[in-house]
């Protein structure tokens, strides 16, 4: 049996904090968000070692980057427009733009990295 990646049992244990994370969201708003419960297939997928769940990680990853460069687009059409309202404020803590794009650029790169390694790729494929 081969064991399960180091990167990839990272990735694993990050995507069951976001779980945790939007399950405990959807609970207290009593809002579903298909972006952040989205990762509950992948989850599975890869602690079942389905064939698919590679393809299904990929498509997850895929559809993140898509929602970070508009979330990205539409900050920079609003900072045009008027500078001083283009704010990350997290429980009342606003934090530095460079660091939340070069922290999304981080995750999304890594996440990029454990999905299309030759390791993960084998892990998924062999039951």
């Known amino acids: 049996m081969i064991s399960v990646p180091a990167r990839l049992a990272l990735l694993m244990f990050l995507y069951c904090l976001l779980t945790a994370g939007a399950l405990w969201r959807a609970l207290g708003t009593g809002a579903l968000d298909a972006f952040t419960l989205g990762v509950v297939p992948v989850l599975l997928g890869l602690i079942l070692r389905q064939s698919w769940a590679c393809m299904a990680l990929r498509l997850y990853i895929g559809i993140q980057t898509l929602g970070c460069a ?35 650029m981080a995750l999304l790169g890594f996440q990029y990295w454990v999905a299309f390694s030759a390791n993960t790729r084998n892990y998924l494929a062999r039951h």
């Open 70 to 104: 508009a979330l990205g687009i539409t900050a920079i059409i609003a900072y045009r427009i008027t500078p001083e309202d283009v704010r990350v404020v997290v429980q009342g803590q606003e934090l530095p733009i460079p660091a939340v794009v070069i922290g999304l």
